[in-house]
């Protein structure tokens, strides 16, 4: 990769929005904080970092994201302790996997030290927008689109890579009820599931309102060929506690590799839980269910850091799950352990956060 060697440049807004936000009163994804990170792709390399006010921007109608989707995105959180000091929570992950998600749709890799650059500098600026307590934090959308203004179908030479920055309380708080898929599919072998693509959204939404209409939150996918294997939620991985223990899908070319996930289960080792990573059916968690070992069943995703899943319908058959909301709970222990460990108020053994300084 060439040397990247410019300095992010800054222009400040005039004016906080600030005061107009009611923290305590946030819906989620729709205020986003003064300033945005904007950095452009062509003739063959990245140029002009730079932080400006946020605001909306202008595409010519041929650029090709809005005719081939080419758009990939992260999503990642910054916390304030009560001493103010700012962190992200392990941010090189969400680096090298937007890397690896603009790979897949033949896009250009981004450079660390812009992306780095750009963030901490975003944040320094909008730090007044991270409110410290537990549950609080500044929600970021690091995103790559193609730019270039021509519609032949391949791939773009132009593209532009932002990060917005929107406040967050968590973002489920209550139990959630899903439908197991058990015909529409969200991603298939040698696809794009791996990706975090934003078409991977947009082909779910159509699935997912149709079980909304069912009274079902989400919709918890299954593999494409045979719809008997549980894979993940499509915004969240998923785990299953059966007795006292927990087993999760191993990632594939069908399944997000979910930092939440993987912090899991590192956390389940570090306090003595079993956690198998092994194909799960969706046979043997109804069988779990129908004889009561299935304790609890939860989504693990950086928006919701875990979000328990109290109901699950598959062909017809429901089943409650009253495990999840007990005192003793993996889901909130696990929970709370993430968002000690975030926020600066327990040991970081892992080395996970990362103070923006
Ligand atoms: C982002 C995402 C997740 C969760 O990943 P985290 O890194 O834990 O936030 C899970 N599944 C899909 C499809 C996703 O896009």
Not at 93 to 114: G, H, V, W
Not at 289 to 305: H, I, N, R
Not at 315 to 343: P, V, W
Request: a negative charge.
């Amino acid at each position: 990769m060439a040397n990247y060697t410019d300095k992010v440049s800054i222009e400040t807004a005039e004016t906080s929005k600030i005061s107009t936000v009611d923290f305590s009163n946030l819906d989620f994804g729709r205020v986003f904080t003064d300033h945005m990170f904007v950095c452009d792709y062509k003739d063959g390399k990245w140029q002009d970092p730079q932080i400006m006010p946020y605001q909306a921007m202008t595409f010519d109608p041929s650029a090709r994201v809005f005719h081939y989707g080419q758009a990939v995105f992260e999503g990642m959180k910054a916390y304030k302790d009560k001493d103010g000091k700012i962190f992200l929570f392990r941010p090189k992950q969400n680096f090298d996997r937007i890397n690896k998600s603009s790979e897949r749709l033949a896009m250009p890799a981004f450079p660390e030290n812009y992306f780095f650059e750009g963030l901490e500098a975003l944040l320094k600026l909008d730090s007044e927008w991270i409110k410290p307590g537990v549950g609080n934090s500044l929600y970021l959308r690091p995103f790559v689109i193609a730019t270039e203004p021509a519609i032949s179908a391949s791939p773009a030479n132009m593209y532009r890579f932002m990060i917005i920055c929107s406040p967050a309380q968590s973002y489920y708080n209550s139990a959630v009820r899903v439908l197991i898929a058990d015909h529409y599919s969200r991603s298939a072998n040698g696809g794009v599931g791996a990706a975090k693509a934003a078409g991977n959204y947009a082909a779910q939404f159509y699935p997912t309102s149709l079980a909304q209409e069912k009274g079902f939150q989400q919709v918890v996918w299954t593999d494409a060929d045979t719809h008997t294997f549980l894979e993940e939620a499509g915004t969240m991985n998923v785990f299953f506690r059966v007795n006292d223990k927990l087993i999760t899908a191993p990632t594939s070319d069908r399944i997000l590799d979910g930092i939440t996930r993987k912090s899991i289960i590192q956390i389940a080792e570090d306090l003595g839980i079993t956690c198998e990573v092994r194909q799960v059916t969706v046979e043997e968690i109804k069988n779990a269910a129908k004889d009561g070992s299935l304790k609890e069943v939860f989504g693990a995703g950086t928006a919701a850091v875990i979000s328990p899943i109290s109901a699950f319908e598959h062909q017809g058959e429901l089943f409650e799950i009253s495990g999840t909301d007990a005192e003793d709970a993996y889901n909130k222990l696990f929970k709370k352990t993430l968002l000690n460990i975030q926020h600066n108020l327990s040991e970081d053994k892992h080395g996970w956060r990362h103070e923006v300084k």
